[in-house]
T-cell receptor, first 115, second 116 residues
Framework: SQKIEQNSEALNIQEGKTATLTCNYTNYSPAYLQWYRQDPGRGPVFLLL?????KEKRKERLKVTFDTTLKQSLFHITASQPADSATYLC??????????????FGKGTHLIIQP | NAGVTQTPKFQVLKTGQSMTLQCAQDMNHEYMSWYRQDPGMGLRLIHY???????DQGEVPNGYNVSRSTTEDFPLRLLSAAPSQTSVYFC???????????????FGDGTRLSIL
């Protein structure tokens, strides 16, 4: 069965350090992978999209890598700040053939940046 | 810009009652979808629509109906609420482009629904 795995445990990082979050997937061959941020009581907010032919993508302090051989994406936040504390979700398109044609999300990793 | 607007923000229902969760977007997006988010389960796709008059089932469609009469609106109906439908419901929209998997999804802030 198709599956997306993110570290479900909270990730505690000291302010100023680089936070690295992992998204692993099985049985997919996605052309795109997306990352979202979700704050408590709010809907997810889009951060970055990376294509299968892109090894790396950057946006300000954010960097995403996409390794289609390892079936893994890494999400990095450099010079982390307490305001970066949130849950981060990875998402990709599900090709099930059964009509479930939308983005499938991982369960998310709760990131805590400690001052 | 309003983006994606969901109403109501909170709702408590009794088992067997019906209700409609409203979703409206002002970005002229063709693709709209409904997800539910439960602790430990993540976001799961309920129904989606690729344009007015076109809807299809997602991963967990049972107990829910949708319709898409306009580009802007995509209501989700619970015909006979059950406690298992207690959840947070999110509506999302995106442009279609060359395929909606390569388009950012814009989410509303959700409806928190409790079924007693």
């Amino acid at each position: 069965s198709q599956k997306i795995e993110q570290n479900s445990e909270a990730l505690n990082i000291q302010e100023g350090k680089t936070a690295t979050l992992t998204c692993n997937y099985t049985n997919y061959s996605p052309a795109y992978l997306q990352w979202y941020r979700q704050d408590p009581g709010r809907g997810p907010v889009f951060l970055l999209l990376i294509r299968e032919n892109e090894k790396e993508k950057r946006k300000e302090r954010l960097k995403v890598t996409f390794d289609t051989t390892l079936k893994q994406s890494l999400f990095h936040i450099t010079a982390s700040q307490p305001a970066d504390s949130a849950t981060y979700l990875c998402a990709l398109r599900l090709y099930s053939g059964g009509g479930a044609d939308g983005l499938t999300f991982g369960k998310g990793t709760h990131l805590i940046i400690q001052p | 810009n309003a983006g994606v607007t969901q109403t109501p923000k909170f709702q408590v229902l009794k088992t067997g009652q019906s209700m409609t969760l409203q979703c409206a977007q002002d970005m002229n997006h063709e693709y709209m979808s409904w997800y539910r988010q439960d602790p430990g389960m993540g976001l799961r796709l309920i129904h989606y629509s690729v344009g007015a008059g076109i809807t299809d089932q997602g991963e967990v469609p049972n107990g829910y109906n949708v319709s898409r009469s306009t580009t802007e609106d995509f209501p989700l109906r619970l015909l006979s609420a059950a406690p298992s439908q207690t959840s947070v419901y999110f509506c999302a929209s995106s442009a279609t482009g060359t395929g909606y998997s390569n388009q950012p999804q814009h989410f509303g802030d959700g409806t928190r629904l409790s079924i007693l």
